[in-house]
Each structure stands twice: as structure tokens, then as C-alpha cells.
């Protein structure tokens, strides 16, 4: 009888993983069906990236504080393979953004990338072999970092959200070309996307870790990522001719 819901559970571990690891590729498979770079850069904005970088960040730190158990069982480790690549992706991906926008040289954009990739695994070198176990005072003050990061991470998509929609209740004054209709539907199923990993991870989080902190952030994580979805479905869903109205005619 115990064999069926274990098996299940590591269906759906296995899926939510591999869902996530597909998700990192979002950049790569926006700049393969555009073949643009503007498009790819746009379309991902600077926020966008930062936000999924620190919810990454969040459950890297998180799982790895909470890698070793008691008698030296191994707790987590699908958490931190999957958001070690994803915090990696898109590490590299904001990187790329800098240099497509000119802010950095290829010198120093491939320094910047030797240096983050030298203390990131030298990072995760430590936390393997110089453990910190999850019961210790030390993993229970790193886990607040997480904690806040987490719930960042949920805060920016909707504060990007909040400001598209305020700009439809408050038009701008001069006339602009309305979001293209093909973006906004992009953007749509990124939401909804978004939404289902953070369910994921919620599930996740509640099945592997005995931990009411982080437990707590990835619920909060979840209904802001609900509550973006929502208010961005209310904007995209309008009528597309009334994104921006005409400016006001001169008198």
C-alpha cells in the first residue's frame, strides 16, 4: 500500500523538475522561434530575469543549508540540481542582457562570468563536502535569507503587473503603439507558467522538508504568483484596441 504513493510522488518530483529545467530554456526558445535578439531581449525584461534569478538563488541556498540529514541521508538533492542550472541560466542570461545593451565589453562580461562560475561551484564544493547540517543554528539563520528572497522573487512579477495596469487606468497623455497582441500572449502563458511552478515547489517544499519558515515563504511565493496571473489575465484579456487611446487633441 505505501509503495503507490511513493511511486506517485516521484512522478510528480521527476515532472515538476523537468518542467523547471524547461523553463530555464524560456530565453533560448523565445531567441529560436524570433531569430532576433531585440525581440528575445524585450520580451524578457531585466525584472522578469532578476525575479526568477533570486527565486532560483532562494531554494539553492535553502536546499543546499538542508542537504545533510541526520546519519548522513542526503535531503533534497533534486532541489539543488535543478535550481543550481536554473540559478546558472539565468545568471548567464543577464549577463548576455548586459552585453547585448553595451553596459559591459566582451572582456569583461566573459571576466564576469569566469569569476561567478569560480565561486559558484567553489560555493556548492563547500556546502557538499564541508556540510551544514539542517538541524544546526547556523542552516536555521541561513534559511531567513531564502525566506526574504522567495517572496522578492514573487513581489517583482506583480509590482510589473501593478504598473500595466495602472497605465490602463491612467492612459499616457501622447499616443503609443499598443503591446504587439502576439507578446501578450507570450507573456500570458509565462504567467500561468510561473503559477504552476510555484505550486510545484510548494508541493515540494511541504513533501521533503520538515520546515515551517520556508514552508511559509513558498505559500506566500504562491498566491502573489496567483495574484499576478489574475490581474495580468484582466490585462491581456481586454479589448486590444482600447490598449492606448488617442492622445487629446490639441486645442
Known amino acids: ?11 510528480n518530483c521527476v515532472s515538476g523538475c523537468v518542467y523547471s529545467l524547461l523553463s530555464f530554456c524560456g530565453p533560448i526558445i523565445t531567441l529560436w522561434s524570433t531569430a532576433s535578439t531585440e525581440a528575445t531581449t524585450a520580451f524578457h525584461s531585466w525584472l522578469n530575469l532578476l525575479a526568477s ?3 532560483c538563488f532562494a531554494w539553492l541556498l535553502f536546499s543546499l543549508s538542508q542537504l545533510h540529514g541526520e546519519a548522513g541521508q542526503i535531503v533534497g538533492a533534486a532541489a539543488v540540481v535543478v535550481n543550481a542550472i536554473g540559478f546558472a541560466f539565468y545568471a548567464m542570461y543577464i549577463v548576455i542582457k548586459l552585453a547585448a545593451a553595451d553596459y559591459l565589453g566582451t572582456m569583461a562580461c566573459s571576466g564576469v562570468i569566469l569569476v561567478f562560475f569560480g565561486a559558484y561551484i567553489s560555493a556548492i564544493l563547500v556546502s557538499v563536502y ?3 547540517k539542517r538541524e544546526s543554528r547556523e542552516a536555521l539563520i541561513i534559511s531567513f535569507v531564502p525566506f526574504v528572497l522567495q517572496i522578492i522573487s514573487q513581489v517583482i512579477p506583480l509590482v510589473t503587473v501593478c504598473s500595466l495596469l495602472w497605465s490602463m487606468i491612467f492612459p ?12 501578450r500572449k507570450g507573456r500570458k502563458k509565462k504567467k500561468v507558467s510561473n503559477f504552476g511552478l510555484s ?20 505559500d ?8 499576478s496571473m489574475f490581474l495580468y489575465l484582466v490585462y491581456t484579456l481586454r479589448p486590444h484596441d482600447m490598449d492606448y487611446p488617442p492622445a487629446p487633441a490639441e486645442v
Open 1 to 11: 500500500m505505501s509503495v503507490q504513493p511513493q511511486y506517485s510522488s516521484n512522478i
Open 53 to 55: 534569478a533570486l527565486g
Open 220 to 227: 506566500v511565493g504562491a498566491v502573489l504568483a496567483l495574484l
Open 172 to 183: 499616457p497623455e501622447n499616443q503609443q503603439r499598443p503591446e504587439h497582441i502576439n507578446r
Open 130 to 132: 564541508g556540510p551544514i
Open 199 to 218: 505550486l510545484f515547489w510548494v508541493a515540494y517544499c511541504s513533501m521533503i522538508y520538515e520546515h515551517d519558515f520556508f514552508q511559509l515563504a513558498n
